[in-house]
């Protein structure tokens, strides 16, 4: 992607009307807005959310076609993240399949976890400005991923297919 391109998104992504994160009663620093769906963890499921913006469409494509045959994108999640505000350790929903993600504005350390025999095993990717990164498999099933604080201002878009039952 051209800094050009990324430049714009990240005009995008700020203009949106973002608010914090909501996990139940508790509120994250990073500050988010849902496309497609957005999962409630008060409810515990999955609730309509805005549809998918035009401006979003030429990015899915390629997100699509990267994916490869059947990649359908039915989940954007567009996140800032303010210079030192992460994510904690989790794995994305159930509901949601595949997880690509777009990086916008600056690296950040994309830390792996899973148990092994009473241990953790640990991987950290460095998810660099305007590169894709895909969990699919394990990295998806069985990893756990956080992001610690950042350095600089950093923005995503995370794409996600639907889960079989959920599509
Ligand atoms: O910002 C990212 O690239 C990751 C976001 C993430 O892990 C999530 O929204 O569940």
Redesign the pocket.
């Known amino acids: 992607m051209s800094s050009e391109t990324e430049r714009e998104l990240i005009a995008r992504v700020a203009a949106l009307p973002l608010q914090p ?1 909501q996990f139940g009663q508790y509120e994250g620093k ?1 500050r ?1 807005a849902s496309f497609g769906f957005r999962y409630d963890y008060s409810l515990r499921r999955l609730q309509d959310a805005d549809p998918i913006p035009a401006w979003l469409r030429p990015a899915i494509n390629a997100v699509e076609a990267f994916g490869g045959p059947g990649t359908r994108i039915g989940q954007v ?1 567009c ?1 800032e ?1 303010d210079t030192g505000v992460g ?1 904690g350790w ?1 794995r ?1 929903k159930p509901h949601f399949d595949r ?1 690509f ?3 916008l504005g600056s690296a ?1 350390k ?1 830390r792996f976890r899973r148990t092994a025999a009473e241990k953790w095993r640990r991987f950290t990717l460095s ?1 660099e400005p305007r590169s894709l ?1 895909m969990m699919s498999g394990p990295s998806r099933q069985v990893w756990e ?3 610690p604080a950042v350095q600089a201002p ?3 878009i ?1 794409f996600r297919t639907m889960a079989e039952r959920n599509s």
Do not use: M, N, W
């Open positions: 994160f990073r988010v999640l996140t993240y994510i989790h994305d997880v993600g777009l990086s950040c994309f998810a990164y991923h956080s992001i950093r923005y995503s995370t």
